[in-house]
């Protein structure tokens, strides 16, 4: 039997929480899914191989980046990303907005699309809804997300208004866009992204223009851009909620383990965050006991496992002491090591969350992870 191009299937609720599967030519992805960003056609510090040994169903590509090196074209004629980083599952590619919108003073922003200048070299490109769905087929993504403006969320509220409905039309251009890209169209899936920053009403707005527009999924922006969780949550009480059930919901950009639980909580189905293999390279894990500084000299001599509950070589081969001595001592292989643990932990996360919401007994098991997590 061929596999689908794109098909969710809801498999059980706990409250607003969710666990489904989405299927795909490329495979299975278990949702709540967490997405490694492999910006640049890798997972920093890991082997493709070992990024899917965690769990890891999906993986992200930044398109802002892989467009100005190696190059799209590029990547298309060495056989497209998937082959070009030896990851044959299912890959989604951002759609280069939120890079060019953080370059600041580097990029002008017109109806057309975004001028900007490479932090590379400073050589101009015009980044417009057509070239970013051209630019993603040709890396030959699985997931491809519309084009849009991600606007600071303490930005005025006529400047949010303004932005939201500009990334609106620009979404509809996208699927034109993408729909033009016949061959591709009907390999890969689109997804919407919805705006507003915390304006309840705006956000009704935009997502009643998406469902209008039609995508395969959803996805939240304008969060995790410095509002701070209290606020993230507050908008994610009502956020979810305006976008079609029947659909994936994708929370872009999140985040910490507890952002992670609290937005499950929520009716969120998906997320991506450079955080754990950030935090890797710089010495820090995730565990059910709450992130450990490996920086910290309490842990010269202590021979303890990082994390007890973790299969990861980290935690079985080598203790706290040794992972101490790899990171003060600027050695590669503690970024290895870190990045690993914190990759698994992520997905122990979701596959715990998944269990839960399938046993109907989420409630207890958020109450427990922040319990050990929070302290």
Request: with cysteine; proline share 5%; aromatic share 8%.
């Amino acid at each position: 039997m061929t596999a689908p191009r794109f098909a969710f299937t809801l498999h059980a609720t706990d409250g607003k929480a969710r666990t489904g599967t989405i299927r795909m030519m490329r495979g299975e992805i278990r949702t709540p899914a967490f997405m490694p960003v492999g910006t640049a056609a890798t997972v920093k510090a890991m082997k493709p191989e070992g990024v899917r040994a965690t769990g890891a169903d999906i993986l992200l590509g930044n398109t802002y980046h892989l467009m100005l090196r190696p190059g799209a074209e590029r990547v298309a004629r060495l056989g497209g990303l998937h082959r070009f980083m030896n990851w044959d599952r299912p890959i989604l590619t951002d759609s280069g907005g939120y890079q060019v919108m953080s370059l600041s003073d580097l990029r002008k922003i017109t109806e057309e699309g975004v001028t900007f200048a490479s932090h590379l070299d400073g050589s101009r490109h015009l980044l417009t809804p057509e070239r970013s769905m051209e630019i993603q087929r040709l890396l030959g993504s699985d997931i491809v997300m519309a084009f849009d403006e991600c606007p600071r969320a303490d930005a005025p509220r006529e400047v949010i208004a303004a932005s939201m409905r500009m990334s609106m039309r620009w979404a509809a251009r996208s699927r034109a866009g993408f729909d033009a890209g016949e061959d591709h169209a009907a390999r890969a899936a689109l997804f919407g992204i919805q705006q507003g920053a915390l304006d309840e009403s705006l956000r009704r707005e935009s997502a009643d223009v998406l469902r209008e527009i039609g995508f395969d999924g959803y996805a939240i922006g304008g969060l995790a851009v410095g509002e701070g969780q209290e606020a993230m949550f507050a908008t994610l009480d009502f956020a979810p909620g305006m976008l079609p059930a029947d659909r994936p919901r994708y929370l872009m950009g999140v985040g910490k383990p507890d952002d992670l639980v609290g937005a499950v909580e929520r009716g969120v189905d998906m997320f991506d965050c450079v955080l754990p293999t950030r935090s890797g390279r710089n010495g820090q894990a995730f565990t059910w006991n709450g992130p450990v500084n490996l920086r910290n000299a309490r842990h010269a001599e202590d021979t303890a496992p990082l994390d007890e509950r973790c299969p990861c070589d980290a935690c079985t081969k080598y203790g706290r002491a040794y992972l101490h001595h790899l990171i003060k001592s600027g050695e590669i292989l503690g970024a290895m090591l870190l990045t690993e643990h914190n990759l698994t932990f992520y997905q122990q996360l979701m596959a715990g969350m998944r269990d839960a919401i399938a046993g109907g007994r989420f409630a207890a098991f958020a109450t427990e992870f922040r319990r050990g997590y929070l302290g």
